[in-house]
């Protein structure tokens, strides 16, 4: 998807930089064989290395992809143990070793928590460099909707998602939008049922990731590049003119968020900058769920923090 311009525009050469484990060296290499062989116009350069030095050395944007996956048996705490070591590494390389004003996505879980370590670790790179994928929740937000009322993705706009890339993260439909043959309608009432809005369409997206892994046996694979390019894609080229997309970026204490957490806002973006959406209404139950996902977000922070002591 990069190399054919999905994420930075048809006009934009990249040179790809991947880095795998040296366990994966070999499978590394025939990716990029086979980057070579689709003869990209856009790919002027592959590098496949299990060095960290040699990836991060002069990148422009960051896709952090590399987690270490929860197994059987594994606590929360291992898990969190093992990913905050892999983040606070690859924030120092990319510190030492990026361009200057790298632009860093996270995506491996807790994304959230790895990119706040990230950001701890790279003090060099502006908070504002720093965020984590929300919008593979954003997209699903709109798929549900768009499924339910049998109307085109493209034609909802403006869901939020706010907070943790997790089961507690508060899928919010209050602004959104929907086109139809009579013009733009908030999507409560084109929908019509806020039992269902409250509910189910709550937890079906807050539980999307669990019923891929589960059908898939493994984790989303083309929905997360996808989001992963829109989220790039809009951060650099800018959001379309009247909509807004989520991201987790670093709370700067909007919306009563604390200061200090990488927590998903809705966010416009213009000239390479994003800026959080301001004065949405929030009403009761908004606000009890953006709390909740806070505080889990507080939680690991606190976990991340006594790995690393
Ligand atoms: C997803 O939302 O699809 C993934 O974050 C799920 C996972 O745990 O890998």
């Not at 909007?254 to 990488?262: A, D, F, K, M």
């Not at 959406?277 to 606000?287: A, H, I, P, Q």
């Amino acid at each position: 998807m990069i190399a054919r311009g999905i994420m930075l525009g048809p006009d934009q050469p990249v040179i790809l930089h991947m880095l795998d484990i040296e366990p994966a060296a070999e499978a590394l290499n025939g990716v990029k064989m086979e980057l070579i062989d689709a003869a990209f116009p856009l790919l002027k350069g592959v590098v496949a290395t299990t060095d960290v030095v040699e990836a991060c050395k002069d990148v422009n944007i960051a896709v952090m992809v590399g987690g270490f996956p929860r197994k059987e048996g594994m606590e929360r705490k291992d898990v969190m143990s093992k990913n905050v070591s892999i983040y606070k590494a690859q924030a120092s390389a990319l510190e030492k070793h990026a361009a200057p004003n790298c632009k860093v996505l996270v995506v491996a879980n807790p994304a959230n928590t790895n990119a706040l370590i990230l950001k701890e670790f790279a003090p060099s790179i502006p908070a504002k460099n720093i965020t984590c994928l929300t919008r593979l929740d954003h997209n699903r937000a709109m798929g549900q909707i768009s499924e339910r009322l049998k109307v085109h993705v493209s034609d909802v706009k403006n869901v939020i998602i706010w907070g943790n890339h997790s089961s507690t993260q508060y899928p919010d439909v209050n602004h959104a939008t929907v086109t139809t043959s009579k013009g733009e309608k908030p999507v409560r009432e084109a929908v019509a049922d806020d039992n269902w809005l409250n509910t189910e369409f709550i937890t079906t997206v807050q539980q999307r990731g669990a019923a891929i892994i589960k059908a898939r046996k493994l984790s989303s694979a083309l929905s997360a590049a996808s989001s992963a390019c829109d989220h790039i894609r809009d951060w650099v080229l800018g959001t379309p003119k009247g909509t807004w997309v989520s991201m987790g970026v670093y709370s700067d204490g909007s919306y009563g968020i604390p200061e200090g957490l990488i927590y998903s806002f809705p966010v416009t973006c213009e000239k390479g900058e994003w800026s959080i959406v301001k004065g949405l209404k929030v009403d009761e139950f908004s606000r009890a769920k953006m709390d909740a996902t806070a505080e889990e977000l507080a939680e690991e922070k606190t976990l991340a923090y006594s790995c690393l002591n």
